[in-house]
Nanobody, 125 residues
Framework: QVQLVESGGGLVQAGDSLRLSCAASGRAFTFSRYAMGWFRQAPGKEREFVAAISWSGGSTSEADSVKGRLTISRDNAKNTVYLQIHSLKPEDTAVYYC????????????????WGQGTQVTVSS
């Protein structure tokens, strides 16, 4: 089992920046061997892919809707993945979820092996 705990969400104004964190833990879980990703779900909408990063951090992928406004990174020594979003817009309002997968492509195609509980991000105009 893998536990993922997101943090860093909150109420911000349009144009602000925000950094979300996701700490991973688990018995016999080696963080540095897994790809990590972020997804979001806005009210009344389906969950959508936001960004993913490979186990080494050497490969990243971002959704077109946020490309150019975010940075995904990871610290394998801290078992933590980060999502920095710049120039936030009201349409970025959603619950943001962290996910882990053994395959990078699984995340980029919308899947994940384990999921966190999510952190709410609300962007006011």
């Amino acid at each position: 089992q893998v536990q993922l705990v997101e943090s860093g969400g909150g109420l911000v104004q349009a144009g602000d920046s925000l950094r979300l964190s996701c700490a991973a833990s688990g018995r016999a879980f080696t963080f540095s061997r897994y790809a990590m990703g972020w997804f979001r779900q806005a009210p009344g909408k389906e969950r959508e892919f936001v960004a993913a990063i490979s186990w080494s951090g050497g490969s990243t992928s971002e959704a077109d809707s946020v490309k150019g406004r975010l940075t995904i990174s990871r610290d394998n020594a801290k078992n933590t993945v980060y999502l920095q979003i710049h120039s936030l817009k009201p349409e970025d309002t959603a619950v943001y979820y962290c996910a882990v997968a053994s395959l990078f492509r699984r995340l980029t195609t919308g899947g994940g092996d384990y999921w966190g509980q999510g952190t709410q991000v609300t962007v006011s105009s």
